[in-house]
T-cell receptor
Framework: GNSVTQMEGPVTLSEEAFLTINCTYT??????LFWYVQYPGEGLQLLLK?????DKGSNKGFEATYRKETTSFHLEKGSVQVSDSAVYFC???????????FGKGTSLLVTP | DTGVSQDPRHKITKRGQNVTFRCDPI?????LYWYRQTLGQGPEFLTY????????KSRLLSDRFSAERPKGSFSTLEIQRTEQGDSAMYLC????????????FGPGTRLLVL
């Protein structure tokens, strides 16, 4: 079935550094792709999404582009802040189109 | 609207006991999903409802698990004869049928089976 693989963490960056978290997918058909974020002690929140090839999702300075040719949806941010410290999950819609299949998550720690 | 709510937030039980969790979705959302998340892993899909109909179940949902959504609003997830391997965070999400629907997650119920 549809699945994602994301880079393992933890990732530690200094404030204002550039962030990339890699996510690649395997899928049949045309899944939608998502990045969710889980801040410490909080629930999962949708960060951004893209529903078709070449779409770019963006929110709060984060961006990810749906690349069909490389089956990727890498998350980027030009300048991270301490408040971005969280666990980031890449996900895609399942073969049925309803459920989400998640990666294992990448923990990000941003230090002052 | 305050989003998806789940109750209880934490549950400790002894092996062999039954537990029931409740999820209240966002009011206009007609799809409701249950996921399970263990430490260090991403959420894993368990089941989903459209209105009151349970339309898909994962093979993770053993016969000790049952979910209902009797009136198409709130949902319950029951685990019978709990085992230590059931210890996890149980997440509920809801969405509205339509283009580019997005699943909104609740805070989860953390279950510990002793």
């Amino acid at each position: 079935g549809n699945s994602v693989t994301q880079m393992e963490g933890p990732v530690t960056l200094s404030e204002e550094a550039f962030l990339t978290i890699n996510c690649t997918y395997t899928a049949t058909g045309y899944p939608s792709l998502f990045w969710y974020v889980q801040y410490p002690g909080e629930g999962l929140q949708l960060l951004l999404k893209a529903t078709k090839a070449d779409d770019k999702g963006s929110n709060k300075g984060f961006e990810a582009t749906y690349r069909k040719e490389t089956t990727s949806f890498h998350l980027e941010k030009g300048s991270v802040q301490v408040s971005d410290s969280a666990v980031y999950f890449c996900a895609l819609t399942s073969n049925s189109g309803y459920a989400l299949n998640f990666g294992k998550g990448t923990s990000l720690l941003v230090t002052p | 609207d305050t989003g998806v709510s789940q109750d209880p937030r934490h549950k400790i039980t002894k092996r062999g006991q039954n537990v029931t969790f409740r999820c209240d979705p966002i009011s206009e959302h007609n799809r409701l999903y249950w996921y399970r998340q263990t430490l260090g892993q991403g959420p894993e899909f368990l089941t989903y409802f459209q209105n009151e109909a349970q339309l898909e179940k994962s093979r993770l949902l053993s016969d000790r698990f049952s979910a209902e959504r009797p009136k198409g609003s709130f949902s319950t997830l029951e685990i019978q004869r709990t085992e230590q391997g059931d210890s996890a965070m149980y997440l509920c999400a809801s969405s509205f049928v339509g283009q580019q629907e997005t699943q909104y997650f609740g805070p989860g119920t953390r279950l510990l089976v002793l």
